[in-house]
C-alpha cells in the first residue's frame, strides 16, 4: 500500500510541485492532500490542476488564538490520514502541542545548512556570517522549530557577490531534487542521511 502523503504550504508551491511530479505510479507513496494556510497561495491552483484534493485553514481566521488554529489544522489533516507529512515552504510556527501529535511522520524543508541559521532571513543571515558554503536541510519536525533529525542536506558554494536572490536563486533547484529523494526514502522506511554537494 501506497503511502499516503499530505503537503502544507503557504506559496508557490515550488517545492510541492517537485514532491508531486516524483510521486509516479511506482513511487512508494502518493498526495492526497495540499493544504495552504492562505487562500491566495499559489501552489493551491498548481495542485488542483493536477487533481490533488486542496484545503485552506487561513490563519487570519483565528488571530491571536493558535491552539484553535493547529486544531483546525489537525482536522484537516485527520480527514485525509495521510502516513507522512510534508512541510513545504509553510510559513507558520507550529507548537510542541501539534508537532508531538505527528512526531516521526513530519518533515519539513529549511533554506539553511541546519542547525545553522534557524528561522528566517536565511540567505541574508548566511552572507552576514561570511559563509563559504550554504544550502538546504529536510529534517524530521519536532516541538523545536528547524530542529529535529537531519535527513539530508544539499550544499552549494557562496560566490563573490552573491546576494541573498543569488543564492536563494542557487539552492532552490537544489531543494526540488533534494527533497523528493528524502521523501522516497522516508516513505520506504529508510532515514539515513542523504547529502547533494552542488555547484
Ligand atoms: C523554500 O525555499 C523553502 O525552503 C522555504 O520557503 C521556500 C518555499 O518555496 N521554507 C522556509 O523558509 C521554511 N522556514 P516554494 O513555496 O516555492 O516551495
Keep these: 500500500m501506497k503511502k499516503r502523503v499530505a503537503i502544507l504550504i503557504s506559496g508557490g508551491g515550488s517545492n510541492m510541485e517537485a514532491l508531486v511530479r516524483d510521486m509516479d505510479e511506482s513511487h512508494p507513496a ?3 492532500l495540499v493544504l495552504a494556510n492562505n487562500p ?18 487561513d490563519h487570519r481566521l483565528y488571530k491571536g ?7 483546525a489544522l489537525h482536522s484537516a489533516l485527520e480527514k485525509a490520514a495521510p ?7 509553510f510559513m507558520r510556527i ?9 512526531q516521526g511522520k513530519m518533515l519539513n524543508i529549511h533554506p539553511s545548512i541546519l542547525p545553522l541559521f534557524r528561522g528566517l532571513h536565511t540567505h541574508q543571515r548566511a552572507l552576514e556570517a561570511g559563509m563559504a ?6 529534517h524530521e519536525v519536532t516541538g523545536e522549530l528547524d530542529g529535529g533529525p537531519i535527513l539530508g542536506q544539499a550544499v552549494i558554494g557562496v560566490r563573490a557577490g552573491d546576494t541573498p536572490d543569488d543564492l536563494a536563486a542557487r539552492i532552490l533547484p537544489m531543494e526540488h531534487r533534494l527533497y ?3 521523501l522516497k526514502r522516508f516513505a520506504l522506511g529508510e532515514r539515513g542521511k542523504l547529502a547533494h554537494l552542488g555547484g
Design 30 to 32: 502518493e498526495p492526497v
Design 133 to 138: 558554503v550554504h544550502g538546504c536541510t529536510v
Design 94 to 102: 507550529l507548537t510542541p502541542a501539534f508537532t508531538s501529535r505527528w
Design 83 to 89: 502516513d507522512i507529512i510534508c512541510l513545504a515552504g
Design 180 to 182: 523528493p529523494a528524502v
Design 65 to 71: 488564538d493558535r491552539p484553535a488554529f493547529e486544531a
Design 40 to 57: 491566495n497561495a499559489g501552489g493551491l491552483a498548481k495542485a488542483e490542476a493536477r487533481g490533488i484534493p486542496t484545503a485552506c485553514i
